[in-house]
């Protein structure tokens, strides 16, 4: 007889979850070795989640009853397309759960809630192969020609205040 499958449920976050998300997000940053990087708080994560203005949603995938993965994610918008889609900043299922289908369970649920005509983008690691090959089996293309941006910290502050000076 063949072992029973776990069930695997995807489910929107709560309030209830932000500390669980919070453990989630730093075992996200010690896989990337960018654990020096995280710096959210409890605080910060459930005003960004559940806020008066949220700026993002999330995606909780849980087995067992226990929260194994998240899905975090923001609208965009594309000009050529005067459609809106689908930024999804983070994907991540705890190592010992991948290979089961939690992943593409999490990724489908994120998936439906883009609309038809629109578009779901995201990021990877260049090292990142697991990753890679996953994104690869479902369908996902690179974007060759694009190279990532970033502007922060100094030099965005300095390129703002550009802004501030021609008020």
Not at 16 to 24: A, G, I, K, N, T
Not at 56 to 77: H, K, N, Q
Not at 131 to 149: E, P
Request: glycine share 8%; hydrophobic share 50%.
């Amino acid at each position: 007889m063949a072992p029973a499958q776990t069930a695997t449920l995807v489910r929107a976050a709560t309030a209830h979850d932000v500390p669980r998300l919070l453990e989630l997000f730093g075992a996200l940053a010690d896989y990337e070795h960018l654990r020096d990087e995280l710096h959210a708080t409890d605080e910060q994560l459930h005003d960004a989640l559940f806020g008066e203005r949220p700026a993002a949603e999330a995606l909780i995938v849980e087995r067992a009853g226990e929260a194994v993965g998240y899905a975090l994610f923001f609208p965009t918008f594309s000009t050529f397309l005067a459609r809106s889609g689908i930024w999804l900043e983070d994907l991540f299922v705890l190592p010992e759960h991948r290979a089961a289908g939690v992943g593409r369970a999490l990724l489908a649920a994120v998936a439906a809630r883009v609309g038809e005509g629109a578009r779901l983008e995201w990021a990877a690691l260049d090292w990142n192969e697991l990753a890679l090959g996953f994104y690869r089996g479902i369908g996902a293309r690179t974007m060759d020609g694009w190279t990532s941006l970033r502007l922060d910290g100094e030099a965005l502050a300095s390129l703002a205040a550009e802004s501030a000076d021609r008020r």
